[in-house]
Every structure is written in structure tokens, then in C-alpha cells.
């Protein structure tokens, strides 16, 4: 029978100089990063997820989410409901991942370990880097091109390469020091962003009011009817946004105590904030979308010159920082997929490194003409490679009861080999087995802007990419893990 982390006693080292989060002093850096988190230190609550999910999330990059419903032809109501349909969707999926960082005491990568091995873990360190590193580059392009639109009418400022890498170099220094600093910093800024991000989003339906078309029906489907264009934004959108965040929302539940916080609690909240993150920034996007001229053109260049100067005013700030809710906590949790992979890093080491990845990647890209496109089209086979990882960790931790052995999933960190989650050379086969065969019936069904796999017109337009590479990855993984004996351990 498991225990649960907290029940581990704690040792001298674990003692930590206070009890804030992360383990540091007052101005210090956070000293945690993939170890287990002793109970001192887990003084979060619910709120703060929900804080530092909504914060994240009130940036021109979620809001133009409900701006590509739009372009795929359909209308405001109907791209709203999509979105809200697929987010509720990818919700299930991400409820295991919610309660594992509070149950195990660490991020969800290293908690992975229990299903697929302590080195087998590395598949969600590595999808999580990746994810991470990708939405960095996009949200820092998405930040840095609007404000500089914003800046170019309101002062005159010539839209250059130099130009744009200085807006870059701005988002990305702002970020980066937060990531550094670590959790506490995260859940400060990101609680600001939330009150002035939030009053700006409130505002922007405000300033277009006398442009928007509340009956705005659409365009041309791109996917020639209603139902499989519909169908394709609340997968391309809904379910593929919220697995973006599927392996990094253990980062932020690892502080929260699950016996102080019990999932009646804790998954309520969570599912509140992820479904307020994405579905209402999206919102306000569809409809101050139908107010464009063009509701077709990028959405940052029309916000920009087509909003009233007071709102352009007040838009500046937004535009520059919104984004950096979402890119520090995106360097904040890729900072700790490194530290996971390359053991003998702390986690400040590794997100200084992640830090200078993610700029090196936004500076080539204004080298790339299309690189905006590629990189979404690199977001969606991400989320083909994250679908079958999500629906196998949730299926081992409801084969666990949820129960975790804190200590043995330490076991690759300290260098070290055996305990229940070793397996076959620290790899449990099966799970790495199911994830693989998902993923490539995830690959070989996906429709993106740059590559279209050779089974995708299997559903007649549909893209079913998501849902099979889901159900390929769960009908092989139960039948290998439902023998007596072949369940991972407890």
C-alpha cells in the first residue's frame, strides 16, 4: 500500500531557512528545483494556481486564439463554443497532472517516473521542453510585433530589425529574470498581470463596441462544412491549448499540500482557472475580431492600428509585457525539464541556460519569414507527442490511487538505481511502448499549416489526430499494465 510524500520524514538538509515558497530568503533565488519539497515550504493554496494560470493567460497571445476561429471561416458564437468545448475536453486529461504535483512534491516530469520509469521520465522532461521553449519564441514574436505596431503609431517608431529586436530583448529580459528568481517572483508578477492584464481585456470589447458585429456568421469553412471546421478548432485550439500545459501544471501544485488542500478543492479551482485562462482571453478575441476591417489580417497589426488612440495608450503595456506572464512561466518550467534531464544542474543554472536558448530562437526568427507559422505548426505535433504522455500518466495514477513514493522518484536525480519505479533499467516498457505507438498515430493523422500526415483525410477533413493518438496510446497501454503483476508499483 502507498503512502502519501508527506508522510517521508523529513531530513536535516530539507530544513529550509524559512517557510516561502521555494526555499529562499526574502530577495534570494529559489533553491528547489526537481527535488522533493519538504512540507515547510508547500504554503500555496488553490488561489495561487488559479492566480498564475489566469496571469499567464491575459497576454495578446490568448487572445488571438479566438482570432484563428475566426480565420477558419467560422462565426463568433461558433468559434466561442468551440474553444470552450475543446478546453473542457483537455480539462479531463489535465486533472491527474493538477493532483500529482501536490501529491508527489515535485513537477510533473519527475512525478512521470512512476508510470514510466525513473528514466523513462525523460519523455516528459523532453515534451516539456520542447513545448516550452516553442511557446517562449511564439509569445515573445506575438508580444514584441504588437507593442511595436502600438509604439510605431503612437511615436513614429520605424519598424526595423533593430527596432524589433530591441522589443524582443525587452520581453525576453523581463521574463528571463523572473524565471531566474523563481516561484515566488512568478506568482507575484503574474498576480499584477492578472489585475492590469484583466482590466485591459475588460476595456478592449469597450473600445471597439461600435464596430463589433455580435451576428458575425463567418466566412468560407476551411474545411468545406460547419461541423468539421468547428470540430477542428476545438481540437486545434481548445484540446491542443490546454495540453500545452500538461506537463508544466505540476510546477506550480508541487507547494500545495494535499493534506491541508484535498482535490475536492484542489481540482475545482485548478479546472476554473485553466478554463478562465483560455476561454475568456479567447473570447474577447473572436469578438473584437469581427470589428477589424480585415478580421482575416493578424490580429496584433489590427488591434494596433484600428483601436481608438486612448485604448492604443493603455495597449502599450499589454502589448510589451502581457506576454511575459505566460514566457517566464514557460521558461520557469523548462528550466526545470533541463534541471530533470541534466542532473548535476541547479535549477537557475538550467533556466539561465533555457534563457539563452529561447533568445538565441527569437533572434533566427527574424531571419525566417514564416516563422510564426512554422512555429505553430510545431506547437500542434507537440501536442500529438503530449496527448498519449497525458493519457498514460493519468491512467497510472488512477492505477496508483494516487498514492506516490516520494523518495523513489528521486532515484535518477541522486544518481542512483533500484526502488519500485526501476523497472526494466529505470523504464517501464509498456507505458513507453503505448506512448510511442500514439504518438505516431498522432503524427500520422495531423493536419498543420506546414505538414499534413498521410492518414489525415482518414475522417473526411476531420482531424482526428488528437483522439487517436489518445486512444491507440490508452487501448495498448491497459491490456500491457492489467496482468497481475504489471501494474506500476505502489
Known sequence: MGVDPQAAPERPEDRPPDIRPGGAGRRGVERRGVDRIPDVERTSTPATFFVIFVGTSVGLGAVAFGWVGITFGLGVWATISAIAAGTAVGQILLVPLILAGSRAATNDATASGA???????????????????????LTVWTSGSAGLSVASRLFG???????????????AAVSVAVAIWGYRWLVRSTATLALIG??????????????????YVGGQYLLGTFWATWLSVAATVGVAGALVVCTIVGDWTRYIRPDRHPARTLVPIASAGIFVGFVVPATVGAVVATAFTDPFAPFPVSLAGESPTWYAVVLLPLALLGGVGLTASSLYSAGLDLDALVVRLTRAQATV??????????????????????ISAALLVLAELSAPWAVIFGLGFLQARGHYHADDLQVFNRRETGGRYWYTAGWHLPAALAWAAGSIAGLLTVQTPLYTGPLAGVANGIDISLLAAAAVAALIYLPLTTRRGARPAR
Open 115 to 137: 508510470t514510466f520509469g525513473v528514466r523513462g521520465r525523460v519523455i516528459g522532461s523532453g515534451i516539456g521542453l520542447a513545448t516550452c521553449l516553442v511557446s517562449v519564441a
Open 157 to 171: 517608431l520605424a519598424d526595423s530589425p533593430a527596432a524589433q529586436a530591441g522589443a524582443f530583448a525587452l520581453v
Open 198 to 215: 484583466g482590466a485591459l481585456l475588460v476595456l478592449m470589447p469597450f473600445a471597439f463596441a461600435g464596430s463589433i458585429k455580435w451576428d
Open 353 to 374: 541556460i533555457i534563457g539563452v536558448v529561447a533568445v538565441t530562437l527569437v533572434y533566427l526568427g527574424l531571419l525566417a519569414p514564416r516563422v510564426q507559422e512554422s
